[in-house]
């Protein structure tokens, strides 16, 4: 069954889900558990279904804000934009347990330094997927959230100790972990202030000395044909998902960009959509369409996942999705075809997200099988 803890480290009133496996409520000794610190004030609520973190706010009592001082970011950053929810949350709870069954392999680097933390070390995984990294050195106490509960429930099912919680804005007291690590999870987030939060919420979580390990997906993938698998995302709009004083904006570019078949290669298909979006913002105000005249190179990319059509449940989520057109058949490959927002990483970026946080230095950098990763000590 799942539960729900009020969210006990929140510095606003949405709530965090909890799940745990009803056969584990005996923690051993010394393990991170719930009457820790940083699971202070928490209440049992029973569900079947759990709220998204993220895409609204929990019904009945608000919960109690943790100790300290309010550290919450501006409404822009914590809303989530319909990008994320469409190509991110919904396709993550769609595909969950196909994505959980290819996600099995450890990276040798994550593998290190999972490995190098100290015996006793509380561990933070913030997107933690299907919790393939939870419990990885057996030394060590680990915590887990991530935005699909489908997910959560995986790793509740594993018993690991988990969360339905937003990157933006972690449920867990500061200083409570002594590491943390956010796995091909900011390339997901659609705004640089979003990917910018996130880092901090990291940061904030850890103690002084702490370490965070950052992965991203890289431009500079090893394998160039990947690239064209993917369908380009041409034109850039300035906060266009979550700038509430613009919904046609928002709707308009949500109609254009669904429906894009993963293999279509030809550009008069993609000069279709711009012309389309240029056309749809016709009579708008000026500040509304902001063009990145800047960037050069194309970070922005709907990647597909391809499920099996014996995955997709008969009048489930992918009935839905096809029926809505966030997703499509392709009778051929007997799939369907879900596409998954991402903004890809340049070389450096990272580290200029970090740029400017004082309470934080880069101790390790380097480029790892199409990633771009760092290591951050909290100071």
């Known amino acids: 069954m799942i539960q729900i803890f009020s969210r006990i480290a929140a510095r606003s009133p949405r709530r965090a889900t909890s799940a745990s496996r009803p056969s584990s409520s005996k923690h051993h000794p010394g393990r991170f558990s719930r009457c820790s610190p940083a699971y202070r004030g928490i209440t049992t609520i029973s569900t079947s279904n759990p709220m998204r973190s993220g895409d609204g ?4 009592q608000d919960a109690p804000l943790a100790e300290g001082k309010d550290r919450g970011c501006s409404p822009g950053v914590q809303s989530t934009p319909d ?6 949350h919904r396709v993550y709870d769609a595909i969950a347990p196909h994505f959980s069954s290819t996600r099995f392999a450890k990276w040798p680097k994550v593998a290190g330094f999972l490995n190098s933390l100290r015996p006793g070390s509380v561990v933070l995984d913030a997107g933690c997927g ?4 939870l419990g990885f050195n057996s030394e060590c106490f680990y915590i887990g959230c991530d935005i699909s509960p489908p997910l959560i429930e995986i790793c509740a099912g594993r018993g690991h100790e988990v969360f339905v919680a937003d990157a933006v804005n972690l449920p867990y007291r500061e200083s409570v972990a002594d590491a943390a690590i956010s796995i091909a999870v900011l390339h997901h987030l659609s705004t640089e202030d979003r990917r910018r939060k996130a880092i901090e919420e990291l940061i904030r979580v850890v103690k002084r000395g702490g370490l965070v390990l950052i992965t991203v997906w890289a431009v500079e993938q090893e394998d160039k044909s990947l690239l064209n698998k993917w369908t380009p995302l041409c034109d850039k709009y ?3 998902w979550v700038d509430p004083s613009s919904p046609m904006v928002r709707n308009k570019s949500a109609t254009t960009l669904d429906s894009i078949e993963e293999t279509d290669e030809d550009m008069r298909a993609i000069k279709q959509t711009d012309d389309q979006l240029k056309n749809s913002f016709d009579g708008l105000e000026d500040k509304t369409l902001i063009m990145d005249e800047h960037d050069k190179t194309q970070q922005e990319y709907f990647v597909p996942w391809h499920l099996p059509f014996h995955r997709a449940e008969i009048g489930g989520a992918s009935a839905v999705a096809l029926q809505n057109g966030l997703a499509q058949k392709d009778d051929k490959k007997g799939t369907v075809v879900y596409n998954r927002y991402y903004h890809i ?5 990272l580290q200029r997200l970090v740029a400017g946080m004082k309470n ?8 790892d099988k199409s990633n771009w990763c760092i290591v951050l000590e909290k100071l």
Request: hydrophobic share 25%; proline share 0%; glycine share 10%.
């Open 57 to 60: 706010n929990s019904e009945g």
């Open 83 to 88: 990008i994320e929810k469409k190509y991110v």
């Open 238 to 240: 300035n906060e266009e």
């Open 345 to 349: 990483f340049v070389e450096g970026e």
């Open 360 to 367: 934080a230095a880069i101790t390790d950098q380097f480029y």
């Open 130 to 133: 299907n919790g393939k990294y």
